[in-house]
T-cell receptor
Framework: GAVVSQHPSWVICKSGTSVKIECRSL??????MFWYRQFPKQSLMLMAT?????????EQGVEKDKFLINHASLTLSTLTVTSAHPEDSSFYICSALLAGTSTDTQYFGPGTRLTVL | SQKIEQNSEALNIQEGKTATLTCNYTNYSPAYLQWYRQDPGRGPVFLLL?????KEKRKERLKVTFDTTLKQSLFHITASQPADSATYLCALTGGDSSYKLIFGSGTRLLVRP
């Protein structure tokens, strides 16, 4: 149980285009999902908290107009990287919080490798 | 500022030995501490969670200790196997309603056959 998927697993795009990444909780409902970014040989950095039915909460230094987050249902959150540039190339990972638990265990997706040319 | 430190150098051990990984933190009072495994190009996989009032937690060949006085957690893998080779991340949360996790940089474990 507690499986999270991401789509696509990798994407290559031209500079200036927008890219949408989907995060789905497959066998549970998640009112809260998180988006992380990971550069090579570095740890995961939290970008934003996505709450179903409300606006996302962004971490300091993360541009909300560049990284659009939509959490339209209890099983789906999307991250759109708008006007992508080469410096946005990274490994983007989402996680979903299993609702109803007394601890805050997050289940992670397999990640999406974004390469901006 | 809050800081989580894991040994950046890879830990290289012989199969069958016990691997011990360290996670130290400063300026932080986490309610929970978690350990994850991450393989190259993959998302983290949850392994164990230990609460601030727990000293030790076990799961099969895994053992985690949590010393809030030393601000340190130790992660042990007994009878290590080459399949245990991966990067291991510790993550902390303050236990507030945000459920945010702050990750350490991870330690890479290599288990030689």
């Amino acid at each position: 149980g507690a499986v999270v998927s991401q789509h696509p697993s990798w994407v290559i795009c031209k500079s200036g285009t927008s890219v949408k990444i989907e995060c789905r909780s497959l066998d549970f409902q998640a009112t809260t999902m998180f988006w992380y970014r990971q550069f090579p040989k570095q740890s995961l950095m939290l970008m934003a908290t996505s709450n179903e039915g409300s606006k996302a909460t962004y971490e300091q230094g993360v541009e909300k107009d560049k990284f659009l987050i939509n959490h339209a249902s209890l099983t789906l959150s999307t991250l759109t990287v708008t006007s992508a540039h080469p410096e946005d190339s990274s490994f983007y990972i989402c996680s979903a919080l299993l609702a109803g638990t007394s601890t805050d265990t997050q289940y992670f997706g397999p990640g999406t490798r974004l390469t901006v040319l | 500022s809050q800081k989580i430190e894991q040994n950046s150098e890879a830990l290289n051990i012989q199969e069958g030995k016990t691997a011990t990984l360290t996670c130290n933190y400063t300026n932080y009072s986490p309610a929970y501490l978690q350990w994850y495994r991450q393989d190259p190009g993959r998302g983290p996989v949850f392994l164990l969670l230990i609460r601030e009032n727990e000293k030790e937690k076990r799961k099969e060949r895994l053992k985690v200790t949590f010393d809030t006085t030393l601000k340190q957690s130790l992660f042990h893998i007994t009878a290590s196997q080459p399949a245990d080779s991966a990067t291991y991340l510790c993550a902390l949360t303050g236990g507030d309603s945000s459920y945010k996790l702050i990750f350490g940089s991870g330690t890479r474990l290599l288990v030689r056959p």
